[in-house]
């Protein structure tokens, strides 16, 4: 059975020491849908909510990013990360539904799938705040992490 890797021998929180790790191109990937539901999506022309916010996916992805940059900030046992890129995508699936994938990528000790689910996850709560005046609804249905590559192992999930 895998030990927990925050806990210490006194069974005590820690942060991961990664002093021994190799420095490696490391990427994740994860997905979040989201329910946005008909009267939402039925707004949207060219693939793009504009409201007195602001753009909906173009501000949301910019969340993305800067979540993805804060998330040693929110998660309490995340390494401060030098993070080389993201890349967000906000997919409409169907006429209620839409998909966000988040990309990160480093080179570094540690991986970043921390960074991608927080991603993820905040560019869909921006979408939520910025759409609901139109519907209370809509559902952060899933997140999860897709793909991670780099460091001991490699990780594709569907």
């Known amino acids: 059975m895998n030990k927990f890797s925050h806990i210490n021998n006194k069974n005590q929180p820690k942060m991961v020491d990664v002093s021994e790790k190799?420095?490696?191109?490391?990427?994740?990937?994860?997905?979040?849908?989201?329910?946005?539901?008909?009267?939402?999506?039925?707004?949207?022309?060219?693939?793009?909510?504009?409201?007195?916010?602001?753009?909906?996916?173009?501000?949301?992805?910019?969340a993305g990013i800067q979540a993805v940059k804060k998330t040693s900030e929110i998660?309490?046992?995340?390494?401060?990360?030098?993070?080389?890129?993201?890349?967000?995508?906000?997919?409409?699936?169907?006429?209620e539904h839409?998909?966000?994938?988040?990309?990160?990528?480093?080179?570094?000790?540690?991986?970043?799938?921390?960074?991608?689910l927080t991603g993820a996850s905040a560019t869909c709560l921006t979408i939520y705040d910025m759409c609901k005046s139109i519907s209370q609804q809509m559902v952060i249905k899933e997140v999860k992490l897709v793909e991670k590559t780099g460091g001991k192992s490699d990780i594709k999930n569907q």
Not at 22 to 42: C, H, Q, Y
């Open 22 to 62: 190799n420095i490696t191109k490391r990427v994740a990937i994860a997905k979040a849908s989201m329910f946005l539901g008909r009267e939402v999506i039925s707004h949207f022309q060219n693939e793009e909510l504009v409201t007195k916010k602001g753009p909906v996916f173009q501000t949301a992805i910019v």
């Open 75 to 95: 998660i309490p046992m995340c390494h401060p990360l030098l993070i080389n890129g993201v890349d967000v995508n906000i997919d409409i699936i169907d006429d």
């Open 98 to 116: 839409i998909e966000v994938l988040c990309k990160v990528t480093i080179e570094g000790k540690t991986g970043v799938e921390m960074e991608a």
